[in-house]
């Protein structure tokens, strides 16, 4: 038990984050928990295995985190291309493209939402939990291949119940289009991540400092969303800010001093973010307006005490050197 915990955590807190702290489900929707879990968690702990097993990094880790979110929205639940999921009508925005049936905008949600929040924030806060074991598999094969059955049944019981529920199917050309985009994604995962950068002159800012523009970065883009502004506004952030935020964390990582307490800053601040921006953010399921600020209240309260107890491992033992762009074992 103590060998696959770190699985186990990453099982659960995917979907924990993915779902419960960002608003999306309440206080009384935790039954969904087995639900969801095989999908999110098991995308998670998929991802970081496949990643860690073939000995690369972030640079993996977050391309096939792109393509997970891709496929969730996609061929699992449509929601790229239903212009009434859950009755809402998140399509025919500004950023809509007819010749597509898609949105920028929410595109961009979506890789926002699954890329950094769903898999990379649960798997940096949860692999800080474990420095010896930070950068090598936490399953043998046996577990991988449970973990990839439970995966793949789990986004099956999503598609049929988003299916029973919207009676929606995309186009076979929507459908065949995102998968060119999803298996070049997973291609050039497996094409970066290999052998280490040369590093650069100076030295990394403070954790609390990454820590502080992780928040800063995340909270400038999901403030124009969760206030509604013009679509073309969080377009163009979402651009800006990739942009900046990549060149940032390559440019720091390769820099004196950056190690695994960088790493969970980033982690950190993304996951402070979501603790904010799940007051607006109303649930799929609708409900009381008590039920989901008492539930916002608690899972933040929650967010805080995982983290709390992750600064005081990583503060103690802060490990080796760590490079985001590769952080490849050893």
């Not at 400038?220 to 206030?227: A, D």
């Not at 969080?234 to 390559?250: D, K, M």
């Not at 933040?300 to 762009?325: E, F, H, K, N």
């Amino acid at each position: 038990m103590r060998r696959i915990a770190p699985a186990l955590g990453l099982f659960l807190l995917a979907p924990f984050v993915g779902e419960f702290l960002l608003g999306n489900l309440t206080l009384p929707e935790l039954g969904y928990v087995p639900l969801v879990a095989p999908m999110y968690g098991g995308g998670a702990l998929l991802i970081r295995e496949i990643a860690r097993r073939t000995g690369r990094g972030w640079p993996t880790i977050g391309l096939l985190a792109a393509a997970y979110a891709l496929i969730e929205e996609g061929p699992i639940d449509q929601l790229l291309w239903n212009d009434s999921y859950a009755n809402q009508d998140l399509l025919h925005g500004d950023s809509y493209l007819p010749a597509l049936g898609m949105s920028i905008a929410l595109t961009q949600v979506i890789l926002a939402l699954h890329t950094v929040w769903s898999i990379c924030v649960p798997i940096a806060i949860v692999e800080t939990f474990v420095p010896d074991r930070r950068t090598t598999p936490w399953l043998r094969t046996r577990g991988l291949v449970v973990t990839a059955v439970v995966h793949l049944l789990g986004i099956g019981v999503v598609f049929w119940a988003t299916y029973a529920e919207e009676h929606f199917l995309a186009s076979p050309a929507q459908l065949g289009g995102v998968s060119l985009v999803i298996v070049g994604l997973v291609v050039l995962a497996f094409r970066v991540g290999r052998e280490p950068r040369a590093p650069l002159p100076g030295r990394a800012p403070a954790p609390w400092l990454v820590g502080l523009a992780a928040l800063a970065v995340t909270s400038l883009y999901w403030g124009p969303v969760s206030l509604e502004w013009n679509e073309w506004v969080s377009v163009v952030l979402w651009c800006v800010l990739v942009v900046v935020g990549i060149l940032l964390i390559s440019r720091w990582s390769r820099q004196d001093g950056w190690d695994a307490r960088h790493i969970f800053a980033l982690a950190a601040g993304s996951t402070l973010t979501y603790v904010w921006t799940a007051f607006p953010v109303q649930p799929e399921s609708g409900g009381s307006p008590t039920l989901d600020l008492i539930g916002n209240i608690v899972f933040g309260l929650v967010a805080l005490l995982i983290l709390l107890l992750a600064a005081r491992v990583v503060s103690r033992r802060p490990g080796r050197r760590a490079s985001i762009p590769l952080d490849v074992p050893g």
